[in-house]
């Protein structure tokens, strides 16, 4: 899926505003759901996900969990690129680290 052409928006669909970065690896058949935070072409941070057998996300509070714990990953990392904790290049889709970046999601 990344070589040669990156993590394009093709593969992907917005879960939950398009103002974040939470997607939903997308597959037009088949109910299986992987939540991540796509930062571009080449920065995907994996999630969790599961069987999505309701129509809407948020209708099962298992994925309904998964997509709120990666917004806050987002809001997380947000924060980080502000107070210059991590750099994410441009080019290279490499997420570097100024010190230990520890955080924690709360469930």
């Not at 969790?48 to 309701?54: A, D, F, S, T």
């Not at 947000?78 to 680290?97: M, N, P, V, W």
Request: charged share 35%.
């Amino acid at each position: 899926m990344y070589e040669p052409f990156g993590f394009q928006q093709r593969f992907f669909r917005f879960e939950e505003k398009p103002t974040d970065s939470v997607e939903a690896l997308s597959r037009e058949s088949g109910p299986i759901r992987l939540y991540c935070c796509r930062w571009t072409e080449r920065t995907l941070i994996l999630g969790n996900g599961g069987l999505k057998l309701v129509p809407r996300y948020q209708d099962d509070p298992h994925l309904l969990a998964c997509v709120d714990r990666m917004a806050a990953v987002h809001d997380r990392f947000i924060l980080a690129q502000r107070e210059a904790e991590i750099h994410i290049d441009q080019d290279s889709g490499r997420i570097e680290f100024e010190k230990d970046f520890v955080f924690e999601v709360d469930d």
